[in-house]
């Protein structure tokens, strides 16, 4: 399975963007899909999910301003970021998980399975 990240970049606080993570190589359906953000010296954290069924999971910090979305016909994923703030700054990962996981198991990053390769996300105040 591979997953390739775009749709990063540097914007000014208030600013808008849109990422995207295509898989391929898939043979079964994905269970979850999610985004997780690495700043320097920190592991991966949470910032949204979406599992199979649609729903879906953000952390507080982004609720009302990021939209996660997947297109299952283009095996894509997306992450609708508005109103950017400078702490969303961060290396954004896509994941992907064919297992079934738990709600708790849903924040840690070390229960998906498959990686990209990130894009990196500056916002600038």
């Known amino acids: 399975v591979q997953l390739v990240e775009s749709g990063g970049g540097s914007v000014q606080a208030g600013g808008s963007l849109r990422l995207s993570c295509t898989a391929s190589?898939?043979?079964?359906?994905?269970?979850?899909m999610g985004w997780y953000r690495q700043t320097p010296g920190n592991k991966c954290d949470f910032v949204s999910t979406i599992s199979s069924d649609g729903s879906t999971r953000y952390t507080d910090s982004v609720k009302g301003r990021f939209t996660i979305s997947k297109d299952n016909a283009k095996n894509t994923l997306y992450l609708e970021m508005n109103t950017l703030k400078p702490e969303d700054t961060g290396m954004y990962f896509c994941?992907?998980?064919?297992?079934?996981?738990?709600?708790?198991?849903?924040?840690?990053?070390?229960?998906?399975?498959?990686w990209g390769q990130g894009t990196q996300v500056t916002v600038s105040s």
């Open positions: 994941a992907l998980e064919t297992g079934f996981l738990e709600e708790w198991e849903l924040l840690r990053s070390d229960m998906f399975h498959y």
């Open positions: 190589g898939l043979t079964v359906d994905p269970s979850e």
